[in-house]
């Protein structure tokens, strides 16, 4: 079974703007993935963040192109709900992590990738992130 990585907004948006600072580095990224058989997911406050992200500052249409990628039945890529459960452990973790830099969203994340026992994360907030994957069981890919 091909193991599991989990996509940040940070990420997803980089590759769909295309003058943005990361895209080379999110379409390197994605050839990794793809070259290594890796099996994508993200959530729906993910998509949620990109979608929104991507309308405000490049354009509707652009962000209707990537609606159309990541929500279509035949996506390579996993759409996992947050349901009320998994919103729950996100409060609880956004309670207990006390850098004012990782977001709600950021909190869903790591439940997610708890829930469904996902160790990859792509991401460009390594930054954040570097402090918590020790305690929360998970890496930065590459």
Known sequence: MAESIFLDANFLIAIHKTNDS?????MDLANIIDKN???MATSNY???EVLTVLSQRISKSVAIKASNLLL??????????IDTDLDNKTLELFKTIKNKNISYVDCSI???MKSENIKLLATFDKKDFNSLQKIHSFKIYP
């Open 22 to 26: 990361l895209h080379q580095s999110a």
């Open 110 to 112: 790591i439940a997610v």
């Open 72 to 81: 279509s039945k035949d996506s390579p890529i996993t759409q996992i709900h």
């Open 37 to 39: 058989n890796l099996k």
């Open 46 to 48: 993910v998509i949620l």
